[in-house]
């Protein structure tokens, strides 16, 4: 702890003690930066607006959260946000696995291909001994991890033809995020991937610079890309980002113990409804999305299970390189809980 926060912290305990706890919030800023993707009416944006709202009503105001939507703190650079939070630029963020992953490489796991099949093989992992471990990984580079979100399963969309077996893949232009682990898989599957920041993909896509990209359904529809061309989304689940809710490490310390308590609770219980609103809509028990993106003229495809496999067998060898890279030990951890989920 920093002696200036140490100061801080005893001269709040102080004030707790004596029952006057404006005295705690000498050290703190007026208002707390957080980083975010997309807009708050996205369900990533949701989840920090709960956030926010639960920090500032139960610190009465003394913790103020302003939510920087578009990653504008780094320019829209979504893969150095991880680095700017670290370094204090960025006081707390809702970070995709995917964009942080260069700085934290075991946070590839979640972008192994058909690593997890459903819902419940993505619970196993964030709420299991994997969730755990990755926690301490983000630490250790120097960030402190709260609580897990869901941006969700990534969809593919093009403004060509429909995608039912990855020869249909081979020239498509396509948008990637984040780590190199995408220019492998879609290379592997004779695409010409080629890497952007969300920002930047929007107008690519409109211009037609790029054929598609791939993405939640919930960042498809609430991005319009319908009205941009791409008019083709194949649904193949192929892997899924959760989402994780950080802070600071300074900001962290400079709080008092109970801040932290009500910050961190507050994270957990916010990144439990962000995953309830995450998923709702692209279920086959609740399809309204989908309903919705057919309705704009959208070709939806569903793959058999053969199609399906034939997408697994040609990502295989991207898979068998990456478990290298993310660690073997952990890669079978996560491969046995799901087994066991
Ligand atoms: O850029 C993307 O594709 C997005 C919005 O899904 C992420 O931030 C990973």
């Not at 150095?80 to 809702?94: K, P, S, V, Y």
């Not at 791939?214 to 193949?236: D, F, H, R």
Request: net charge neutral.
């Amino acid at each position: 702890m920093k002696i200036r926060a140490l100061f801080g912290a005893l001269a709040c305990s102080v004030a707790a003690l004596a029952a006057t706890s404006t005295a705690c919030a000498a050290n703190y800023k007026s208002e707390y930066k957080l980083s975010i993707v997309v807009g708050t009416t996205f369900p990533w944006g949701q989840g920090a607006e709960i956030w926010s709202r639960l920090v500032r009503e139960r610190t009465d105001g003394r913790i103020n959260i302003k939510i920087y939507p578009g990653t504008s703190l780094v320019q829209g650079d979504q893969t150095r946000e991880f680095t700017a939070i670290r370094q204090g630029l960025i006081d707390m963020a809702i970070g995709s696995t995917i964009n942080w992953s260069p700085q934290v490489k075991q946070l590839n796991l979640f972008s192994l291909p058909f690593l997890m099949p459903d819902y419940a093989a993505i619970d196993a992992l964030i709420h299991g001994e994997v969730g755990k471990t990755l926690f301490k990984d983000i630490e250790k580079a120097g960030v402190l991890p709260l609580a897990w979100g869901e941006n969700g399963y990534r969809q593919l969309s093009n403004s060509k033809h429909a995608i039912k077996a990855p020869e249909d893949l081979k020239g498509l232009k396509l948008r990637v995020v984040g780590s190199p682990l995408y220019i492998d898989i879609y290379s592997a599957l004779g695409a010409n991937p080629t890497q952007m920041s969300w920002a930047d993909a929007q107008p690519a896509l409109a211009s037609g610079a790029v054929d598609g990209q791939e993405n939640p359904l919930s960042i498809y529809a609430g991005s319009k890309l319908y009205t941009v061309g791409q008019k083709y989304l194949t649904l193949w689940n192929y892997v899924a980002d959760p989402l994780v809710f950080v802070v600071n490490k300074q900001v962290w310390e400079s709080w008092t113990e109970a801040d932290r308590k009500i910050v961190r609770e507050a994270a957990i219980e916010a990144g439990k409804q962000e995953i309830v609103i995450a998923r709702k809509g692209v279920t086959p028990e609740d399809p309204s999305m989908l309903k919705d993106i057919e309705s704009h003229g959208v070709t939806v495809t569903s793959l058999t299970p053969e199609q399906h496999d034939a997408f697994v067998t040609a990502t295989k060898p991207v898979f068998e390189k990456w478990k290298k890279t993310i660690g073997e030990d952990l890669v079978t951890q996560a491969q046995k809980d799901i087994a066991n989920r």
